[in-house]
């Protein structure tokens, strides 16, 4: 029997002649306790009532099985899941790019992106490349991506500080009502 079991991914539940067990505490299909029953037994009163008898818990002692109509179980099971997954926002990683020498209204720009960007529940990395010799000035790359911060602190807040890698600085901001 236990070879059976292996087949089944921990998300499909035990059902019938598969439940491994000799006893079972058996609940009813509107969820009252029926007591500790022989397998056999158990399986015979789901027969009677033209039901499926399902295993619950196997953590338990004993294992906890339930008389229920599998069909519609597992329908159920599959319509709440899609419900929840119609339901939940995927938080996606957008990029504002930049860099250190902005303008200032190129830079409002950029902040109103971040801003909308925030606003529909995504991260932003803010990111500041430098060509050539321009690396040297990293502290004002640094600096820009902190007065960022500071003009979004109101819809986000900072997940990474600013971080050099290699040629760019970059910056990762979390919007303050995604993670509720």
Not at 80 to 89: G, L, S, V
Not at 90 to 97: G, N, R, Y
Not at 113 to 142: P, W
Request: net charge positive.
């Amino acid at each position: 029997m236990n070879n059976q079991n292996k087949k089944f991914s921990r998300n499909s539940p035990i059902i019938n002649d598969l439940i491994p067990f000799s006893m079972v505490r058996l609940l009813s299909s509107d969820g009252e306790q029926l007591g500790i029953f022989n397998i056999a037994e158990a399986k015979n009163l789901a027969r009677e009532q033209q039901l499926d008898l399902v295993l619950i818990s196997d953590k338990s002692a004993p294992p906890v099985c339930k008389i229920i109509d599998y069909g519609k179980y597992k329908f159920s099971q599959e319509k709440k899941a899609k419900e929840a997954r119609k339901k939940q926002h995927t938080t996606t990683l957008k990029e504002v790019k930049m860099r250190y020498n902005i303008e200032a209204h190129d830079y409002k720009v950029r902040l109103n992106q971040a801003t909308r960007f925030l606003q529909a529940g995504d991260k932003v990395k803010a990111t500041i490349t430098f060509r050539g010799r321009e690396i040297q000035h990293s502290e004002l790359a640094i600096e820009l991506l902190k007065k960022m911060a500071l003009d979004l602190s109101e819809v986000a807040e900072v997940q990474q500080h600013p971080l050099k890698e290699g040629r760019t600085v970059l910056m990762i901001l979390l919007s303050k009502n995604s993670h509720k």
